[in-house]
């Protein structure tokens, strides 16, 4: 048995029918894995200890009745608990970061999933312009004038938060479009992180592809695609599942980046590949395994456990 605690959003408000948080927990429980769920604001570190606020957890995979809670418990972070999933959703903010450095006081000897000092070192769309020769044309900078020349010289490009998430704010903008500049200024209002601007790729009308990699290696993809006249394919904003094979140029890619994310203890990866280009590396809490499983009977939670199973031996 391994002692499993689950930092994420409140566990009675997920959608089990497509929850990747719920679906590694249900296999966890499958396994004999003991279970809590804690909320990161109940962090707290103490004298070198890292505790939390926790409630022991009983699922059902039964829409209207998946969770019973059991008696709220302080657990010691550190020397209580074997795994730790990182799995709550962004933003990727300053609470999201600090969240990462209380974790680290307890990684590795408790192992957190993914390693929190490297999901704070890979913002999502910044760490994929890490691996030369997969990404379309891409700038990122907050600085107008170099945001205008980069769609000038590329003339069809998307614009996106560079630390949004599930499609929030992104934008197409056509060549010649006056609109670039009024976005800036609104986001400049709103926030003093850089934008990311992308060539466009025309590719994302058949859809946005989301591949599963563990410990570095892909395990399947999905297929997201947008509805009719957009360019968020994201599941979230209206987006459809459907099922994907992985292409040679998709391997190609997870190639490059594999044995960067094995190495950095990014156990459980979600990235996102738009016709041949490399658009996000995503760490925080990938998606895409509950429909991986139904189009393609490849279930990445139990791959997962294996994969930290074999890291930590469990409790008796």
């Known amino acids: 048995m391994l002692r499993t605690a689950i930092q994420m959003d409140p566990i009675e408000g997920v959608n089990i029918a497509s929850d990747t948080t719920f679906f590694l927990a249900l296999e966890a429980q499958r396994r004999g894995h003991a279970l809590w769920v804690y909320d990161f604001r109940t962090l707290a570190l103490e004298d070198g200890d890292l505790f939390c606020r926790a409630r022991p957890v009983t699922l059902r995979p039964v829409v209207g009745d998946h969770v019973t809670f059991g008696q709220e418990v302080r657990l010691n972070l550190g020397r209580d608990v074997d795994v730790i999933l ?3 959703d962004p933003p990727f903010d300053m609470a999201y970061v600090t969240a990462t450095y209380l974790l680290e006081t307890v990684h590795p000897q408790t192992l957190v999933v993914n390693d929190p000092a490297e999901v704070r070192s890979a913002p999502e769309k910044l760490f994929a312009t890490r691996f030369e020769g997969v990404q379309p ?3 990122v900078s907050a600085d107008p004038v170099a945001l205008v020349d980069f769609h000038e010289r590329h003339g069809d490009v998307v614009l996106k938060p560079l630390h949004g998430a599930a499609g929030s704010g992104v934008v197409r903008l056509k060549a010649g479009d006056p609109n670039l500049e009024a976005l800036i200024e609104i986001h400049a209002a709103a926030s ?6 992308q060539k466009f790729i025309p590719a994302v009308s058949k859809g946005d592809k989301r591949i599963i990699l563990i410990e570095g290696e892909p395990v399947g993809a999905i297929n997201r695609v947008p509805a009719e006249g957009q360019v968020r394919s994201n599941l979230r904003v209206g987006g459809t599942a459907a099922p994907v094979e992985i292409t040679e140029r998709d391997r190609e890619i997870c190639a490059v980046i594999g044995p960067e994310l094995k190495a950095r203890g990014l156990m459980f990866v979600g990235i996102d590949v738009i ?9 925080t809490s990938p998606t895409g395994a509950v429909q991986l499983k139904e189009f393609s009977g490849v279930d990445a939670a139990a791959i997962l456990w294996d994969a930290i199973e074999a890291k930590r031996t469990p409790s008796a």
């Open 137 to 139: 044309p891409t700038l």
């Open 86 to 88: 990182m799995r709550q």
């Open 192 to 197: 003093r992180d850089p934008l990311v601007i």
């Open 275 to 283: 016709g041949d280009y490399l658009t996000e590396i995503n760490v």
